[in-house]
């Protein structure tokens, strides 16, 4: 196991994607960002809906620059979508996206969480550790919300030890979408079956077992490949 030092250069290298914990590192674009992500995952946003920035701030209660820097991030990750002089409108979705989705996060996850396994710091093996209790409890409580702010907190965990800005960058808006796709088609139907792959896989990586983890990545694709194949009736396309 090699554990590589936390410290100021990962967490540039990997802007954007570092845990909302450190402080003075997360600007007001990326809390704004973090905010709207959330509201469009859990559906409070709803596909289809139209909105403005000044509707987006007032509900967010922030200022406008911030909310326009992450409303472009959201619509770079497909989430959104800006029509000039008509305002956003929430990204739609579409079941069989969610296999496409998948199909595409799959090698990715494998590179990341091995990657993660060996040179993840101390610090970062203790959080893994932390964020699987966590979600652990959630799902024992049917904590939809709570369960998936941990897996986004994982991803986040994931995204900074694996010491690979590139692929962390392509994945990230894919983690969302499956999130988004899970709270509408799964959330409590699974969420305990759900939190023992992450679980486990969150095991793997922190006890620097990077075949183990890679091999746990694989386990928790395929489990979500096979949710996401229930809702195309078996078929991914």
Request: one cysteine or more; glycine letters at 8%.
């Amino acid at each position: 196991m090699t554990a590589s030092p936390a410290g100021g250069d990962r967490a540039a290298d990997t802007a954007g994607f570092g845990p909302a914990s450190q402080e003075g590192e997360e600007s007001r674009a990326a809390r704004a960002y973090r905010a709207l992500e959330e509201q469009i995952v859990t559906l409070r946003l709803a596909p289809g809906t139209a909105m403005t920035e000044s509707r987006i701030a007032a509900l967010l209660d922030m200022g406008r620059t911030p909310i326009r820097e992450a409303i472009q991030r959201l619509a770079w990750e497909g989430l959104v979508t800006i029509r000039p002089r008509l305002g956003i409108l929430v990204a739609d979705i579409n079941p069989a996206d969610f296999a496409r989705v998948l199909e595409t996060r799959h090698a990715l996850e494998i590179l990341l969480t091995g990657s993660a396994a060996h040179l993840a710091s101390r610090d970062e093996r203790d959080r893994l550790g932390e964020c699987a209790r966590a979600m652990r409890d959630a799902a024992a409580a049917g904590d939809v919300d709570g369960f998936l702010r941990e897996d986004k907190t994982f991803d986040e965990i994931v995204a900074v030890a694996a010491c690979n800005p590139f692929a962390a960058r392509v994945v990230a808006p894919l983690q969302t979408h499956s999130r988004r796709f899970w709270f509408r088609y799964f959330g409590e139907s699974d969420l305990n079956s759900a939190a023992w792959h992450h679980m486990e896989l969150m095991q793997a990586i922190a006890s620097g077992d990077v075949a183990l983890a890679r091999s746990r990545a694989d386990d928790l694709m395929h489990y979500l490949r096979r949710q996401a194949m229930t809702l195309t009736g078996g078929l991914e396309r």
